[in-house]
């Protein structure tokens, strides 16, 4: 899985500031992760139990920085210095590991 994220975000995920990294609870997010994550049958809640590879792209297109991750998934509120809204729940990718880095 390929998620684009913007250049702050990157960054600091990068130096270690920064340990989660948040999308919206939609279908779109919902189908890509259960493909990906254990989740709970007919919920969709992840369980929080597995980890995965999950590449992380500053921006899109195939040449820009990127890094690869091992993360686990979660449901959960997130920081506002981290860019979540207050008081919205989010998928919550927490980042365990950075495995490899391109051009960064």
Same mark, same amino acid.
């Given at each position: 899985?390929?998620?684009?994220?913007?250049?702050?975000?990157?960054?600091?995920?990068?130096?270690?500031?920064?340990? /989660?990294?948040?999308? /919206?609870?939609?279908?779109?997010?919902?189908?890509?992760?259960?493909?990906?994550?254990?989740?709970?049958?007919?919920?969709?809640?992840?369980?929080?139990?597995?980890?995965?590879?999950? /590449?992380?792209?500053?921006? $899109?297109?195939?040449?820009?920085?990127?890094?690869?991750?091992?993360?686990?998934?979660?449901?959960?509120?997130?920081?506002?210095?981290?860019?979540?809204?207050?008081?919205? /729940? $989010? $998928?919550?990718? $927490?980042?365990?590991?950075?495995?490899?880095?391109?051009?960064?």
């Amino acid at each position: 899985m390929i998620l684009p994220i913007k250049s702050k975000w990157f960054y600091m995920i990068l130096s270690g500031d920064k340990k /989660e990294e948040y999308r /919206e609870i939609k279908p779109y997010y919902t189908i890509r992760f259960k493909k990906m994550f254990e989740m709970y049958p007919y919920s969709y809640i992840p369980t929080g139990f597995d980890k995965q590879f999950v /590449e992380f792209r500053n921006g $899109y297109g195939n040449n820009r920085p990127s890094f690869v991750a091992v993360c686990s998934l979660s449901i959960k509120m997130g920081k506002e210095e981290w860019g979540a809204e207050k008081g919205k /729940e $989010y $998928y919550v990718l $927490y980042i365990h590991e950075i495995l490899k880095r391109n051009n960064c």
